[in-house]
C-alpha cells in the first residue's frame, strides 16, 4: 500500500498518535504497487533476506544494508591445529603449503552466509541454498531482468560460489585435497544473542578429506559450482570457466572416493542430520552434463537415482529428489538423442517396459501436494518445521514443471502454486503474511539476531530492522501462527526457506506478472531507528530503582544496555553515570558496585568493571563513576551491565540532583531489572570511546562532535530553508506532514509554495517532495529521524 493510501484517511480522521504510528515497519508506507499479490515486489524483497545473512571481511561492500558490516573476519585466521579443526596433526603438516598457501600460519575459510538468525555456517543447507537460488535464477531470468534484480542475485550467487571456491583446498594437479563445509559450532553459537559483528565466539572449522570424504558434501557444492557456470558462462565467461572447474573437480573428488554419508557428529550434530548423498550426487552430475554435455555424469548418475523419490517429501537441503529428478526430465526433453531413459534402465537392471519418465514422477509429486497435505484452510502442509519452505519449494517444482511440460505456459498445477503463494501472502485465516515487510499483514517478530535489535530472543518489543522479504517458517497444520521472537517453529528465517521462495517468486512472475507489479523504487528504505543506519551513534538504554532509606542515605539501582547503530565493532568503550555531590558531605562515601555483568556471566573473558567517583570538570559539584569493557565490543552485544551508585550509610543521596538520573525510567521494585525491554533510550548516561564523547549529553551540554549534514545546493532560496516547514510558517509541525501528503497525493489541487517545495524536500534530492519526504518529515516530529535534511 502506498504511503499516500496509508497516510491520508488518518490525517482526515483528525487526530493522530504520531510517535505510535511509525514503527520499525515502514513497508506498508512504501511506494509499492499497491497490489495485495504482487510478485515483482516478492521476488525483489525475497532476496534481500541474502543481504541480512552475508558473513566475512566483505560484506560492507557487498550487502544492501548499511545495518550490516563486515564480521567473523577472523574465520580467515582459523588455527593450524587439531582443536580449532577437525584435520589431524599430520594432515595438517603434510599439506600445510595448500591449506595456508600465504604462509601466515593460519587457514582461511571466510565469506559465505550465516544459516539463519544463528551464525554457524553449515555446509548441506548452505549448498542447498546456492544450489536452489541458481536454480530459481536459471529457469526463471527473465523475470530477474524485467524487473532489474538481475544485478542483486548475481551478486548473492557470486557471495555463494566465491565462498564454496575458497573452501576447496586443491593441489598442483587440481584434485581436491580438502574441503571445508562447516564454521562455527551449533552448541557454541545458540549461547549467545547479539549481532554478528561482535561475535567473538570460538568458530572451529570442520574439512572432508580423502579419509573423511563426505559425498553429499562434495556433491553439493559441485552442484552449486555447475549452476553457477550456467548462469555466468555468458556474461562472465572467466568466472563461469572458474566455477565450473572446481564442480568438476568436487564431483571428481565425491566420485573416486568412497561414496560415504557426512558425519553427522563431526559439525552438524543434530542440527542438520543428513541421511543420504545420493541425491545430491545425482543433482551435481545433472548440473555438470547441463553445463558440459558430457555423458559420463548421467552414466554415473543413472547408477544411484532413485527414480520413486519425488512424491516422497519435498525439495529441500535434505532431499533434493524433486529437484534432480526435474534436471533429468528436462535433460530428456532437450537431448532425446542420448536416450537417457534407456541409460537409467540400463544402469539398474531394468525391464525396457519399466515407466522411466522422469516428468510422471514429478507429476504425482505436484498432485500429491495439491491433495495430501491441506490444512483446513486449503495450505498445503508437510511439516511443523519451515512449513512454508516446504510449499514454496514445491511452487518452484511445480513452475518448472509447467514450464517444460505445457510449453511455458500456466496449467492447473501453476494456478495452485500461485493460490499457495497469495495464501502466505495474506490470504489465510489468520489474516497474515509470513513474508516479512511485504505488507501491513507482515509478520514482526522473525527469529533472527543481527535484525531484532534484542536482548534475548524472549524479549517481545518490535525488532530494531525490517528483515525484508525473509518467508518466516510458517502457520501450523490448524492455519496458525504465533509472532513471537523465540518462537522459533513458527519465526525462524533461514537460507533454505529462502532459497526456493525466490525462484517461485520468479516463476509466478513469469507466469502471472501485469504491468501493475512492480518493485519498490529507492529500495531498502531508510531505517526508523535510532539515529541513522549505518552511522556513528551510540547511546545507553537504561532504567533504575531508588533504594533510598528514611535518613536519607541510599542509592540508585541502574540497569543499561549499550547501544550503536555503527557496523564498526570498538572495544574501548566505557560508560559515565553523572551525579551531583552537593548534598553529599564527602564524595568518597559514594561507593559504585556491580550488581550483574551479563557480558562476564556469558561472554568471558569479557568483563566491566566499575570504578569512581571521578570528579567532572567543566562543572561545579559533579563527578561520575565510569564502566569500562576494555577489550570487549560492549555495544549492540545486548548485555546487561546493573550496578548501583550512592551509599547505605554515613552520608546522605538525593537522585533527584543528578544529571543521569534526569529522564531515567524509574521502576519501584527489583523485578523490573529481571524483565524484558525495561531499559530505555536515555541521553544522560554518555558513551565514551577512548575517552572521547561518541554519544549522550554530558552536565554541561557537550555532545559528540558530529559531520553536518550537507546542505541544499545554492539557489535563491537555499539560505532561507528550515527543513520540513512545508507551510513556510517558520516551525515544523504535524500541519506540514498532512500538506505534503495531500501534495503529493494530488498536485493539481494541492499546491505549495516554492519555498515550501524546497524545505519539503527533505532528502535534498532536487526532485521536489516525495512520499520518502513525508516519511521523513513524520518521523523527524516522532524524534525517529535526529535531524533533517536526511
Not at 37 to 57: E, H, P, T, V
Not at 74 to 102: G, R
Amino acid at each position: 500500500m502506498s504511503l499516500i493510501k496509508k497516510l491520508t484517511p488518518v490525517f482526515i480522521a483528525g487526530s493522530i498518535a504520531l510517535t505510535s504510528s511509525i514503527s520499525a515497519y515502514p513497508s506498508f508506507a512504501l511506494e509499492d504497487s499497491g497490489i495485495d499479490y504482487d510478485f515483482a515486489r516478492a521476488l525483489q524483497y525475497s532476496i534481500y533476506f541474502y543481504d541480512a545473512n552475508m558473513c566475512g571481511k566483505e560484506v560492507s561492500e557487498n550487502t544492501q544494508y548499511s545495518w550490516r558490516g563486515d564480521c567473523h573476519t577472523y574465520d580467515s585466521q582459523v588455527a593450524m591445529n587439531s582443536n580449532a579443526t577437525n584435520l589431524s596433526e599430520s594432515f595438517l603438516t603434510k599439506y600445510k603449503d595448500i591449506l595456508d598457501p600465504d604462509g601466515d600460519g593460519f587457514i582461511d575459510v571466510s565469506g559465505g552466509f550465516h544459516d539463519a538468525g544463528d551464525h554457524v555456517k553449515f555446509g548441506i543447507p548452505e549448498n542447498y541454498a546456492a544450489s536452489t537460488l541458481g536454480w530459481g535464477y536459471y529457469e526463471f531470468r527473465d523475470s530477474y531482468k524485467k524487473l532489474g534484480q538481475d544485478k542483486h542475485i548475481e551478486t548473492i550467487l557470486r557471495y555463494f560460489n566465491d565462498y564454496l571456491m575458497k573452501c576447496t583446498f586443491r593441489d598442483e594437479n587440481g584434485e581436491v585435497i580438502a574441503h571445508c563445509y562447516q564454521v562455527g559450532d551449533g552448541d557454541i553459537d545458540h549461547d549467545y544473542w547479539n549481532s554478528p559483528e561482535i561475535d567473538e565466539m570460538e568458530r572451529p572449522a570442520f574439512f572432508l578429506t580423502g579419509d573423511k570424504p563426505q559425498t553429499d558434501y562434495a556433491a553439493s557444492a559441485a552442484a552449486s559450482l555447475a549452476a553457477n557456470y550456467m548462469n555466468f558462462k555468458d556474461t562472465d565467461s572467466e568466472y563461469a570457466e572458474k566455477s565450473l572447474d572446481y564442480a568438476k573437480a568436487l564431483f571428481s573428488f565425491a566420485q573416486n572416493h568412497e561414496k560415504q554419508l557426512s558425519d553427522n557428529a563431526d559439525g552438524p550434530k543434530q542440527y542438520y542430520r543428513s541421511e543420504k548423498w545420493e541425491d545430491d550426487y545425482v543433482w551435481a552430475a545433472a548440473w555438470l552434463y547441463k553445463a558440459t554435455e558430457d555423458i559420463s555424469y548421467l552414466n554415473e548418475a543413472a547408477k544411484y537415482i532413485d527414480y520413486y523419490a519425488p512424491s516422497g517429501w519435498a525439495h529441500c537441503w535434505n532431499d533434493v529428489w524433486s529437484g534432480a529428478i526435474t534436471l533429468l526430465g528436462e535433460i530428456d526433453l532437450e537431448h532425446p538423442e542420448i536416450d537417457l531413459q534407456n541409460i537409467y534402465r540400463k544402469a539398474q537392471n531394468k525391464s525396457e517396459y519399466e515407466d522411466a519418465d522422469f516428468w510422471i514422477q514429478i507429476e504425482k509429486a505436484i498432485q500429491k501436494w495439491m491433495t495430501g497435505y491441506n490444512t483446513p484452510a486449503g495450505y498445503a502442509f508437510l511439516n511443523e518445521w519451515g512449513s512454508a519452505r516446504y510449499n514454496t519449494a514445491m511452487q518452484l517444482v511445480t513452475l518448472v514443471y509447467d514450464k517444460y511440460k505445457n510449453n511455458g505456459k500456466p496449467s492447473g498445477y501453476s494456478d495452485w502454486a500461485k493460490g499457495q503463494m497469495e495464501y502466505l501472502m495474506g490470504n489465510n485465516p489468520m489474516d497474515t503474511c509470513y513474508i516479512v515487510g511485504y505488507n501491513d499483514k507482515t509478520v514482526k517478530h522473525p527469529h533472527h539476531r543481527a535484525s531484532s535489535g534484542l536482548t534475548t530472543a524472549e524479549d517481545t518489543k518490535d525488532h530494531r530492522y525490517v528483515l525484508y522479504g525473509a518467508l518466516v517458517g510458517g502457520p501450523d497444520g490448524s492455519d496458525k501462527y504465533t509472532d513471537v521472537t523465540a518462537k522459533y517453529v513458527y519465526t525462524e528465517v533461514t537460507i533454505d526457506y529462502n532459497a526456493a521462495f525466490v525462484g517461485a517468486c520468479a516463476g509466478l512472475y513469469a507466469f502471472y506478472g501485469t504491468d501493475d507489479m512492480k518493485i519498490t523504487p529507492d529500495f531498502p528504505p531508510a531505517v526508523s531507528s535510532e539515529g541513522e543506519q549505518g552511522g556513528n551513534n551510540y547511546w545507553v538504554n537504561a532504567c533504575g530503582i531508588d533504594d533510598l532509606n528514611s535518613d536519607g542515605c541510599g542509592v540508585t539501582k541502574v540497569s543499561l544496555v549499550v547501544m550503536t547503530d555503527s557496523t564498526k565493532p570498538a572495544k574501548d568503550i566505557s560508560v559515565r553515570y553523572y551525579f551531583n555531590s552537593s548534598e553529599i558531605s564527602d564524595v568518597n562515601n559514594v561507593k559504585p558496585s556491580e550488581l550483574y555483568d551479563q557480558a562476564a556471566v556469558e561472554a568471558a573473558p569479557a568483563d566491566g568493571i566499575i570504578s569512581g567517583p571521578y570528579k567532572y570538570d567543566k562543572t561545579d559539584d559533579t563527578y561520575y563513576v565510569e564502566i569500562r569493557w576494555d577489550g570487549y565490543t560492549i555495544a549492540n552485544s545486548n548485555k546487561k551491565y546493573q550496578f548501583t551508585v550512592g551509599m547505605y550509610y554515613g552520608d546522605k543521596w538525593n537522585p533527584e540532583n543528578d544529571p543521569s538520573y534526569k529522564d531515567l525510567k524509574i521502576y519501584d521494585t527489583d523485578s523490573a531489572f529481571f524483565g524484558m525491554g525495561n531499559e530505555v533510550k536515555t541521553d544522560n548516561i554518555c558513551v565514551y570511546s577512548d575517552g572521547v564523547l561518541v554519544g549522550g549529553i554530558e552536565p554541561d551540554g557537550s555532545v559528540p562532535e558530529t559531520t553536518e549534514a550537507t546542505t541544499a545546493p545554492e539557489t535563491s532560496s537555499s539560505a532561507n530553508i528550515i527543513w520540513g516547514d512545508v507551510n513556510s510558517d517558520g516551525k515544523v509541525e504535524i500541519a506540514d506532514v498532512v500538506s505534503a501528503a495531500a501534495y503529493v497525493g494530488d498536485q493539481k489541487n494541492n499546491t505549495i509554495e516554492p519555498q515550501g517545495l524546497i524545505n519539503g524536500d527533505v532528502h535534498n534530492t532536487g526532485d521536489g517532495i516525495t512520499s520518502g519526504d513525508v516519511l521523513a518529515i513524520q518521523q523527524y516530529l516522532a524524534q525517529i529521524v535526529k535531524k533533517l535534511p536526511v
